[in-house]
């Protein structure tokens, strides 16, 4: 079992914002979803794990080790996607991922080629790696990025953002993709995206302006929420008298009619319906707590 342990772990950067405050979590095997919005910290937590960047205060250990204390041992476990991968090389994808094999520190040539080979297989690739990766799709790109990711076997791998901009085929290929590589490793997913978490991640934390304001398992999370939720269509020039009556914790248009979610223990007045809470409505509630 690994273990990845984040303990008090504050960031502020030169310009003096505070990018994350205090932040503790412990995770083990399987999928990790680390929800949050925009500007939430996550792209900062993700980095400081991949020891890219130092924290300020606080203490990251993975298997027991201190990733400030042992960067190198911390990188050779690890596989990372981030938000941005820059500018790709005019080589092929398999040259490139080679190329990226090598830098991991696989300079065996004959383990290297299985390990290229297996990857482009395994992430549907195969038949473009020939193409440069500049000319992909974005998911073509996506899943490139966790051919990568995947190089010398890590044991921990962090995605960020990476289903932001794909479309919905390719955005399931993705997420199944991620669900396949297995539960002997740690695979954290930081998203904006509430969808991504739900069916994937067997434990989760909701991020917002750098602190963790929830956490556990989705399906408990949601449980919790249980005859607390109730919607209600109503006229959309009438939202804003229900925003000030009421706890409205989401709305959505549907047909030209505002459907309303409202977090309260009792049926807030006529016309509104108890329904099941779903995790938009953990991740809404809590972060207007
Ligand atoms: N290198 C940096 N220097 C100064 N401020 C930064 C730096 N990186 C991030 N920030 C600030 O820290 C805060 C958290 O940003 P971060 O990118 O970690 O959030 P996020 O949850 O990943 O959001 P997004 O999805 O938009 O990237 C923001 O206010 C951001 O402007």
Known sequence: MNTLQIKNVSKTY????KALDTISLTIHNG???LLGPNGAG???LMRTIATLQEQSSGDILFNGIDIIKQPQELRNQLGYLPQEFGVYPKISAQKLLDHLAILKGIINKKERKEQVEALLQQTNLNQHRKKAVYTFSGGMRQ???IAQALL?????IIVDEP???LDPEERNRF???LSEIGEHIIIILSTHIVEDVKDLC????????GKIITKGIPTQLTEKLHGKIWHKIIEKQDLKSYQTAFNVISTRLISGKTQLHVLADEKPEAGFEPINPGLEDVYFSTLQA
């Open 202 to 209: 067997a434990n989760m934390a909701i991020m917002s302006q």
């Open 14 to 17: 030169a310009n003096g914002v």
């Open 152 to 156: 010398g076997n890590p044991k921990l």
């Open 31 to 33: 999928m990790f979803g």
């Open 143 to 145: 899943r490139f990025g």
């Open 175 to 177: 997420l199944n993709l």
């Open 163 to 165: 289903t932001a901009g």
């Open 42 to 44: 996550k792209s900062s």
